[in-house]
């Protein structure tokens, strides 16, 4: 029996995540926030986050990235956003950071393991239990100077 992820991801897909995923407690990602504070929208999967935000779903809803929480190894890419939201989307996203935490409470795997193609090699794909928010929430930091 399957520990319960989102209730937007079809069942098919959940078979696929628990193929390709596992627990890794120690593994340190970065992800950028758009919000400034930590909480449970910071943690959506993509999926629904293209439906919180009302935005056209650009990913396959055939593929388990599009209802996985993105994160990185290293905090190149979520820099890469900050500079972004800042520049392009300062009055929707007036306080955006980069939260640094573990990948506890769910399953993840590096993108690149299952798609040798994908274009950023320190990309994790996360599929975070329903049960967990909290203890996610209260393990992530937001990294202060972002330009060190």
């Known amino acids: ?7 937007s991801i079809p069942n098919d897909i959940i078979d696929k995540i628990y193929e390709y995923g596992k627990e890794n407690h120690e593994r340190i990602v970065y992800r950028f926030c758009k919000r400034g504070i930590i909480n449970d929208l910071e943690f959506l ?12 779903i650009k990913d396959s ?10 994160c990185s190894l290293t905090d190149k ?10 520049k392009k989307y300062f009055l929707q996203f007036p306080t955006p950071c980069i939260i640094s935490g573990h990948t506890i409470g769910g399953l ?10 994908y ?10 239990y329903q049960d967990c928010i909290e203890d996610i929430i209260a393990d992530f930091i937001i990294i202060d100077d972002i330009n060190k």
Do not use: G
């Not at 890419?77 to 800042?86: H, N, R």
């Not at 993840?108 to 193609?117: F, K």
């Open 119 to 128: 274009p950023d090699k320190n990309h994790i794909d996360w599929w975070i």
């Open 77 to 86: 890419k979520p820099k890469q956003l900050y500079k972004l939201i800042k």
């Open 45 to 56: 999967n993509s999926y629904d986050e293209y439906l919180l935000e009302n935005r056209e």
């Open 108 to 117: 993840s795997q590096r993108t690149i393991e299952r798609d040798p193609d």
């Open 1 to 7: 029996m399957y520990r319960r992820l989102a209730e």
């Open 61 to 70: 809803i055939d593929n388990v990235i599009t209802f996985s929480t993105s």
